[in-house]
């Protein structure tokens, strides 16, 4: 199993930039697909980004698209999420997501293994 911890959640006003990090416990974890979700008060968890495992693809929401962008640094084994002209509605607690297989990149089930989340608040 494959521990993931994010960092870089904070406070930021609306239209603010912030950049999120999924550090991986695995030294193989360059080969694993990983993707952000996020779950916001009250919402179930939603798919954000996602990016495979080597990098050569990634996938984005609707909501996303446009404002941001994930990448992975696998020599520090890293996935990020770049968040530009951030709104109130991105509001959540973010959570990295990998796995070493397929799977559909958007469902919750396509992931073994998860991080605990870091929590995002856009202010008007």
């Known amino acids: 199993q494959v521990q993931l911890v994010e960092s870089g959640g904070g406070l930021v006003q609306a239209g603010g930039s912030l950049r999120l990090s999924c550090a991986a416990s695995?030294?193989?974890?360059?080969?694993?697909?990983t993707a952000w979700f996020r779950q916001a008060p009250g919402k179930g968890r939603e798919f954000v980004a996602a990016?495979?495992?080597?990098?050569?693809?990634?996938w984005y929401a609707d909501s996303a698209k446009g404002r941001f962008t994930i990448s992975r640094d696998d020599a520090k084994r890293t996935v990020n999420l770049q968040m530009n002209s951030l709104k109130t509605e991105d509001t959540a607690v973010y959570y990295c997501?990998?796995?070493?297989?397929?799977?559909?990149?958007?469902?919750?089930?396509?992931?073994?293994?998860w991080g605990q989340g870091t929590r995002v608040t856009v202010s008007s």
């Open positions: 990016i495979s495992g080597g990098g050569g693809s990634t």
């Open positions: 695995t030294r193989t974890f360059s080969s694993y697909r």
């Open positions: 997501a990998a796995h070493n297989g397929p799977g559909v990149v958007a469902q919750e089930n396509a992931y073994t293994d």
